[in-house]
């Protein structure tokens, strides 16, 4: 599907399909909405979004569990990536270039193996990568040119040389400076075997000697930090992030997003979350202190209240 003038909507293909050999959508320039391929488990091919000037968020895809490619590459107005939301297993790379706008990747959540490399270039908005929080293999991490990028703490759940085999490449990331989720990683094996660490052009740039030195990334700082995001984004309620702060477990996220008060991709990160900072649970609540959130959000009592509800929610 490319240079289709008039499309502006992407919907149907239902129906059970075990494989595609392409699914390429490239250069409509009037399409809004990719809500489509629902029902496709298996993509043998390359799925391509690709140079589309008015499409805001990629969704559909909801059964894919295994395809050979996705890059998603020069599409101007793109903010999320919400859809893949199932996706385990990419057998060749993702690539994600040169979206300027992109602020999310949440639903890449459940992705765990990329069997070649990941791609993550020249996305200016790009604070983070979070949605990547369930990777547990990829030969090779390429980081470049993000000029918003703060943050790495999504790769918190490498923790062996085995699950990145050859490189990590970040490099010309201007603001990146924070380097705790590769910890793990680079404290799995000596500085002269691989993976080879590449670090350069960043706000600071220490060798993978200095990175393994580190402390881990803290779990209270990765939620405050997503769950504000979240509500930046819209894709969480004031309220339904009060509930988060006091009480991060897997059935309130489930509960929240059954009730549609959080994005069923922003719930897959936080599941996923969850689970790599298992070990420091107890800082977390109702364990821990309530979480904060930025000052303009205040949660109040009766806020928190209004979801007695989910006491019979049944989890997913």
């Not at 990747?105 to 459940?110: M, P, R």
């Not at 894709?235 to 309130?252: D, G, I």
């Not at 209240?305 to 997913?316: E, I, K, S, T």
Request: with cysteine.
């Amino acid at each position: 599907m490319a240079d289709n003038e008039n499309l502006r909507v992407l919907k149907g293909f239902g129906g059970p399909i075990l494989g595609l050999s392409t699914v390429r959508v490239v250069e409509n320039q009037q399409l809004r909405s990719i809500d489509a391929f629902n029902d496709v488990q298996v993509a043998a091919a390359t799925i391509s979004i690709n140079e589309h000037e008015s499409l805001p968020v990629i969704e559909g895809f909801e059964q894919l569990l295994y395809c050979n490619a996705v890059t998603i590459i020069g599409n101007a107005v793109l903010t999320r990536v919400d859809g893949f939301r199932r996706l385990q297993r990419v057998a060749n790379t993702i690539n994600v270039n040169d979206n300027p706008l992109l602020t999310s990747v949440d639903g890449f959540a459940t992705v765990t193996i990329i069997d070649d490399a990941l791609f993550v270039s020249e996305n200016a908005s790009l604070a983070s990568v979070d949605g990547l929080i369930g990777l547990r293999f990829a030969r090779s991490l390429f980081l470049i040119n993000g000029d918003n990028l703060i943050d790495v703490s999504a790769f918190s759940g490498l923790c062996s040389q085995q699950q990145i085999a050859s490189t990590v490449r970040i490099t010309n990331n201007s603001l990146l400076a924070d380097f705790c989720g590769l910890q793990p990683l680079a404290d799995s094996s000596p500085a002269t075997e691989t993976p080879n660490f590449t670090i350069s052009g960043n706000a600071a740039n220490p060798t993978k000697e200095e990175i393994a030195a580190l402390q881990p990334c803290n779990a209270r700082t990765f939620f405050e930090r997503v769950i504000a995001r979240f509500l930046i984004e819209r894709t969480v309620t004031k309220a339904a992030a009060c509930v988060l702060t006091h009480n991060l477990t897997k059935r309130t996220i489930c509960c929240l997003v059954q009730a549609k008060t959080l994005g069923k991709a922003q719930g897959n990160v936080l599941l996923t979350a969850l689970a790599v900072f298992d070990a420091q649970r107890c800082l977390l609540p109702p364990i821990g202190a309530p979480l904060t959130l930025p000052d303009s959000i205040c949660c109040e009592n009766s806020k928190l209240d209004r979801y007695a509800l989910f006491q019979g929610c049944v989890c997913c």
